[in-house]
């Protein structure tokens, strides 16, 4: 082996970078946290106050809660504080919070590509979040780049917990082989929904590892436009900015349909969904079944 400084010495900068991100607690130290202060702030307790109550159980500051409350990770919101509203917004920058600050490490896009040199025959889907309103509701996107078929999951709120649970239920509906064949690689964002890739990666049962989970570098989503692209569809329904309070889960089902239904140049007029099912028929090498 050959010792590079330079190299050396940036792989170092890119470690302590990521190791940097974000916070460092568990989802369920986050689980925690948000059943301890939550119920407390709408009865109408102040964060110092309970910071102070419960010292030796919260492994984080009252400054830590506000932050989370801005960043809607807790069930309490801000028009919860009742002093909140009184005071001038501030403006601040800062890395997104995370439940892993290493999660990207060994999930870079370079290793994806690496990846897929050695198994260019994997099957390639790309995850993303579309937020209907920022703290709340927000749809889980997966897509099939062999027929942009996309499949679409409402959630309550867009936190790394709402990804992993949709995992875990799909795991379970398709079975564990069919689950493999289908989520072989899993190319996303580096949204903080999607900071818990080993639950993503692995049957939460068994262990076992049954797909690849890599990220896109910051600030190209170009790197999965497949997924970007068939986005527009959503915002033909749910424009940016004009959306309903609330959605069901059955409307979001409708619309992920008709979008699968809709006829594409890119395919030669054919659907994503009928696509998707010549594949299972023809028993190609992309299909997950025979």
Same mark, same amino acid.
């Given at each position: 082996?050959?010792?590079?400084?330079?190299?050396?010495?940036?792989?170092?900068?890119?470690?302590?970078?990521?190791?940097?991100?974000?916070?460092?607690?568990?989802?369920?130290?986050?689980?925690?946290?948000?059943?301890?202060?939550?119920?407390?702030?709408?009865?109408?307790?102040?964060?110092?106050?309970?910071?102070?109550? $419960?010292?030796?159980?919260?492994?984080? %500051?009252?400054?830590?809660?506000?932050? $989370?409350?801005?960043?809607?990770?807790?069930?309490?919101?801000?028009?919860?504080?009742?002093?909140?509203?009184?005071?001038?917004?501030?403006?601040?920058?800062?890395?997104?919070?995370?439940?892993?600050?290493?999660?990207? @490490?060994?999930?870079? $896009?370079?290793?994806?590509?690496?990846? @897929?040199?050695?198994?260019?025959?994997?099957?390639?889907?790309? @995850?993303?979040?579309?937020?209907?309103?920022?703290?709340?509701?927000?749809?889980?996107?997966?897509?099939?780049?062999?027929?942009?078929?996309?499949?679409?999951?409402?959630?309550?709120?867009? %936190?790394?917990?709402?990804? +992993?649970?949709?995992?875990?239920?799909?795991?379970?509906?398709?079975?564990?082989?069919?689950?493999?064949?289908?989520?072989?690689?899993?190319?996303?964002?580096?949204?903080?929904?999607? +900071?818990?890739?080993?639950?993503?990666?692995?049957? %939460?049962?068994?262990?076992?590892?049954?797909?690849?989970?890599?990220?896109?570098?910051?600030?190209?989503?170009?790197?999965?436009?497949?997924?970007?692209?068939?986005?527009?569809?959503?915002?033909?329904?749910?424009?940016?900015?004009?959306?309903?309070?609330?959605?069901?889960?059955?409307?979001?089902?409708?619309? @992920?349909?008709?979008?699968?239904?809709?006829?594409?140049?890119?395919?030669?007029?054919?659907?994503?969904?009928?696509?998707?099912?010549?594949?299972?028929?023809?028993?190609?090498?992309?299909?997950?079944?025979?």
């Amino acid at each position: 082996m050959l010792y590079d400084a330079k190299h050396a010495q940036e792989q170092y900068e890119k470690i302590r970078s990521e190791s940097r991100r974000g916070i460092s607690l568990t989802e369920e130290e986050l689980v925690r946290i948000n059943d301890t202060i939550s119920p407390l702030i709408k009865q109408g307790q102040s964060i110092p106050a309970i910071c102070g109550m $419960y010292r030796d159980e919260l492994p984080v %500051t009252d400054r830590t809660i506000y932050s $989370y409350i801005d960043a809607g990770i807790l069930d309490a919101r801000n028009i919860d504080l009742r002093r909140k509203l009184r005071r001038p917004e501030r403006k601040k920058s800062g890395p997104v919070l995370r439940v892993d600050k290493k999660c990207h @490490m060994g999930r870079a $896009y370079g290793d994806y590509q690496a990846y @897929m040199a050695q198994n260019p025959d994997a099957m390639v889907s790309q @995850m993303d979040s579309v937020v209907i309103h920022k703290g709340g509701q927000a749809i889980l996107t997966v897509l099939f780049t062999t027929c942009d078929l996309q499949l679409m999951f409402l959630r309550d709120r867009n %936190t790394a917990a709402s990804v +992993t649970e949709i995992i875990k239920k799909l795991r379970v509906q398709l079975g564990g082989e069919r689950f493999q064949a289908l989520f072989q690689v899993i190319l996303t964002d580096r949204g903080s929904e999607f +900071t818990d890739p080993t639950r993503i990666e692995a049957d %939460t049962e068994t262990g076992e590892i049954q797909c690849r989970v890599f990220y896109c570098e910051p600030m190209n989503s170009n790197q999965k436009s497949n997924c970007e692209r068939n986005h527009e569809f959503i915002r033909y329904v749910i424009p940016k900015g004009q959306a309903r309070d609330r959605y069901a889960e059955e409307e979001i089902r409708e619309m @992920m349909n008709h979008i699968n239904s809709y006829p594409r140049k890119k395919w030669n007029g054919q659907a994503p969904i009928d696509l998707f099912k010549k594949n299972l028929r023809r028993g190609d090498r992309n299909s997950p079944w025979p």
